[in-house]
């Protein structure tokens, strides 16, 4: 029966929820910030907010998440870890901020000297750090027998590469009533711990709210899927345990099979979520910067078979859509797998569209070939390919083209962007926020901002500091750059 949970078929996507905060802090360079912003949006929760406000950042995070006094203290003059916790207010901030935190914290700790330089505000960056385009990998069917590699090769692999991804969990699966003796909250645990964004995937897997008797296109008839309309259970229960155990914000949802029902839609709504991969597009499945509906998110589904790109480029003629296997899964299949550079071309020319349409691309990945294969993982990668697209994708990230992210941060981006609308320039140096709107506190998360100077000054360095973190600046040209600083946040000070 596992491998029901495993298909996701026929370009059908899987998604979930997450704590803001994670997407907040990663980019923060040199810090060893625990908290940092995450407190000022509306995610967090008690209890494990700790583990989230970790995530965010990218090492120290992780600590935090598992031992956070010791991230507290040894933060010592270091940075922000303390005062981050401290103002990032919430229980992930105390827990993170700990011992070390409150004492280090004091405003300017370390110490930013503010800018002599004069600025002004030009505009809101389209994405993080003024990348070109936004980019996020996610994997369906997390905590199912059929997608094991998730933790054994695909978190162990972003984390080496400094990535973060998306991981959509079958709740009920994590700990099955079933069988006592497995327990994947562990696992998941340290995903999150990475700093990746972890959301539902529904309770069980079933095609939610679909008529068996006249399956819709996404799903598999009977006996090959489950049906339920039990939203209280697949979205509503597995929502709860998932945050219960994780302490995650329930923010983000992949559907099974990716099929995405008007009432299933509706009844997240009503819990708060901000909205859900289900789209399907007309194109290349690339959301553009200014897409305007949270609920119905575009995607791009690994392998050829399923992908947008199977008849095209080295894939052209060599791919059966919805037959060919990425590789030789063992399972008999008639049909040749795909040629290898058919692989690297789906791959690729997502990443290079999403970027020539500036807009965000989700990759949606399950499963690893060969460690899955047995259980029926669907559309397996090999960790080989899956090494060699996050070395693609860094590449790109490192020269300025992709800000490679979850999708809740990408997601709550795309709606602070224009909900918080822009900073005024006080004093010269300092960033200041009118109050957030509501829906700037929903959405509210790190904000990149494209300034530069107005009395022709070109500082060599440049950081912002606000509630004593430290964000990231980056010089785009003479006295012209990008700065980060959490519009929820209260004031941020440009310093030198
Ligand atoms: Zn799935």
Same mark, same amino acid.
């Given at each position: 029966?596992? %491998? ?16 803001? /905060? ?13 908290? &940092?912003?995450?407190? *000022? ?6 209890? &494990? ?6 995530? +965010? ?6 600590? =935090? =998440?598992?031992?956070? +006094? ?32 409150? +004492?280090?914290?004091?405003?300017? =700790? ?11 505000? $030009?505009?809101? =960056? %389209? ?21 094991? *590699?998730?933790?054994?090769?695909? *978190? ?21 009533? +079933? ?43 009977? #006996?090959?899927?489950?049906? /339920?309309?039990?939203?209280? &259970? ?27 029902? #008007?009432a299933a839609i509706t009844y997240l709504k009503g819990k708060g979520y901000l909205g859900a991969r289900c789209g399907i597009g007309d194109g290349i499945p690339t959301n553009p910067s200014n897409y305007s509906d949270p609920f119905n998110v575009l995607y791009e589904v690994f392998g050829p078979a399923y992908s947008y790109y199977w008849n095209d480029g080295a ?38 569209? &999403? ?6 691309g989700i990759r949606e990945f399950h499963g690893f070939h060969p460690v899955d294969d047995a259980m029926g993982a669907f559309e397996p990668i090999s960790a080989a390919d899956y090494g060699a697209h996050l070395d693609y994708i860094k590449g790109k990230q490192d020269a300025g083209s992709l800000w490679v992210e979850g999708p809740t941060p990408v997601l709550r ?10 900073? %005024? ?35 060599? %360095? ?21 700065? $980060? ?12």
């Amino acid at each position: 029966m596992r %491998t029901f949970f495993g298909f996701c078929v026929v370009g059908l996507a899987c998604v979930a929820s997450y704590a803001c /905060s994670s997407s907040d802090s990663t980019t923060i360079p040199g810090t060893s910030s625990g908290g &940092t912003s995450s407190g *000022g949006s509306s995610a967090n929760s008690a209890g &494990t907010a700790g583990s989230t406000v970790a995530g +965010s950042t990218s090492n120290a995070g992780a600590n =935090a =998440a598992g031992s956070a +006094s010791v991230a507290g203290s040894s933060s010592g003059g270091a940075t922000s870890a303390g005062a981050g916790g401290v103002a990032s207010g919430g229980a992930g901030g105390i827990t993170a901020g700990g011992a070390g935190g409150t +004492s280090s914290g004091g405003a300017g =700790a370390g110490g930013g000297t503010p800018s002599s330089s004069a600025f002004k505000i $030009d505009s809101v =960056a %389209t994405w993080r750090g003024n990348a070109t385009a936004a980019y996020s990998i996610i994997h369906d069917d997390v905590c199912d027998d059929s997608a094991m *590699g998730v933790f054994s090769i695909g *978190g162990p692999a972003l984390k080496q590469h400094g990535l973060h991804a998306g991981f959509g969990v079958i709740v009920g699966e994590c700990k099955p009533a +079933s069988d006592t003796s497995v327990n994947r909250w562990p696992d998941v645990k340290t995903l999150i711990a990475d700093g990746n964004d972890i959301f539902s995937h529904s309770w069980s897997h079933p095609c939610i709210d679909g008529d068996p008797k006249n399956p819709p296109d996404a799903c598999p008839a009977p #006996p090959d899927a489950v049906y /339920s309309s039990d939203m209280a &259970t697949e979205l509503g229960k597995a929502g709860d345990e998932l945050k219960a155990q994780t302490g995650v914000s329930l923010d983000f949802f992949i559907f099974p099979y990716d099929y995405c029902a #008007p009432a299933a839609i509706t009844y997240l709504k009503g819990k708060g979520y901000l909205g859900a991969r289900c789209g399907i597009g007309d194109g290349i499945p690339t959301n553009p910067s200014n897409y305007s509906d949270p609920f119905n998110v575009l995607y791009e589904v690994f392998g050829p078979a399923y992908s947008y790109y199977w008849n095209d480029g080295a894939c052209k003629g060599k791919i059966s859509q919805y037959n060919t296997e990425p590789y030789d899964l063992g399972d008999g299949s008639k049909y040749p797998f795909a040629p290898a550079a058919c692989i690297t071309h789906i791959m690729s020319q997502y990443v290079d569209d &999403t970027i020539a349409a500036k807009g965000w691309g989700i990759r949606e990945f399950h499963g690893f070939h060969p460690v899955d294969d047995a259980m029926g993982a669907f559309e397996p990668i090999s960790a080989a390919d899956y090494g060699a697209h996050l070395d693609y994708i860094k590449g790109k990230q490192d020269a300025g083209s992709l800000w490679v992210e979850g999708p809740t941060p990408v997601l709550r981006y795309r709606f602070a962007r224009e909900a918080c609308g822009q900073p %005024t320039v006080t004093g010269g140096n300092t960033l200041h926020f009118a109050a957030p709107s509501a829906d700037c506190k929903k959405y509210g998360t790190v904000v990149s901002y494209l300034i530069s100077t107005t009395d022709s000054s070109d500082p060599a %360095t440049l950081k912002v500091q606000q509630g004593g973190q430290f964000l990231p600046a980056k010089k785009l040209s003479a006295g012209h750059f990008v700065v $980060d600083a959490n519009p929820t946040a209260g004031d941020a000070v440009l310093v030198q």
